[in-house]
């Protein structure tokens, strides 16, 4: 299950991450090709923790909690990795993979179909994707416009004036898409369960009853804070409260 690690070192390199941390990362690989999870996932942590993210390093950080069998940190990295490349099949096929294991069976209320449109949509670039598409039909736009400006005739003058209308269009929509991906990508507002089982109260309080049970690598949506609480909505509806250390958010 791993993968892309010749990669990943150079992306370390390009980004002038250092030696040490590439020896940290080698540690890394080194560990989890012998069968040390743990320290495997003590040495992708520090590299994280240094402030180098990839898609890859979430990916193999989520491989060495999946051999662990924990699955709730297993999937809370693979979100987290997907989030960063949402067209990575090798993630996208893993997190499949894990989710198979889940004890939580929900129902998902249907969505409306403009919106599940949408979020295709969006899932096509990360943020990084859809900041290059933005860029490119920009330069369009500004070809086509010093193209009109120094065309010397009507008839050209009129056809950039017709060719710059659906690519302003076109920049307008994906300007809108950049928008909401990346609000998407930096909102808090999803968690996976990393507790084997947890009780979802009525209300935040320990003394109140539980509305709900949830396991171990479930993803939920998280509503409100207070104090050492999390309010979190399932996807068929339910709503309850959980304890902060039982939820990593994404």
Request: charged share 20%; aromatic share 12%.
């Amino acid at each position: 299950m791993m993968k892309k690690t010749l990669l990943v070192l150079g992306f370390l390199v390009f980004t002038g991450f250092g030696l040490a941390a590439q020896g940290t990362f080698s540690d890394a690989v080194a560990a989890y090709k012998a069968g040390n999870y743990q320290l495997a996932i003590e040495k992708y942590d520090s590299v994280l923790k240094s402030g180098q993210t990839s898609p890859d390093i979430y990916y193999n950080l989520g491989n060495a909690y999946y051999k662990q069998g924990k699955l709730g940190f297993a999937i809370l990295n693979y979100e987290r990795g997907i989030r960063l490349a949402p067209g990575d099949d090798d993630i996208a096929f893993n997190l499949k993979l894990a989710r198979a294991k889940l004890l939580d069976r929900i129902d998902q209320t249907p969505q409306f179909f403009l919106y599940k449109w949408v979020n295709s949509i969006l899932s096509l670039f990360s943020t990084d994707g859809w900041t290059i598409v933005v860029f490119v039909v920009l330069v369009t736009f500004a070809t086509f416009a010093i193209l009109f400006l120094l065309s010397g005739t009507s008839s050209r003058r009129k056809l950039y004036a017709l060719i710059e209308l659906p690519v302003i269009v076109l920049l307008v929509l994906c300007s809108v898409l950049l928008f909401i991906r990346y609000q998407a990508d930096t909102r808090k507002d999803f968690g996976v369960i990393i507790t084997q089982v947890t009780g979802a109260k009525v209300a935040p309080n320990q003394t109140e009853k539980d509305a709900f049970v949830v396991h171990e690598g479930l993803k939920v949506k998280v509503e409100e804070t207070e104090d050492l609480w999390y309010k979190i909505r399932l996807d068929d509806g339910k709503v309850g409260w959980v304890t902060k250390n039982s939820i990593e958010l994404i």
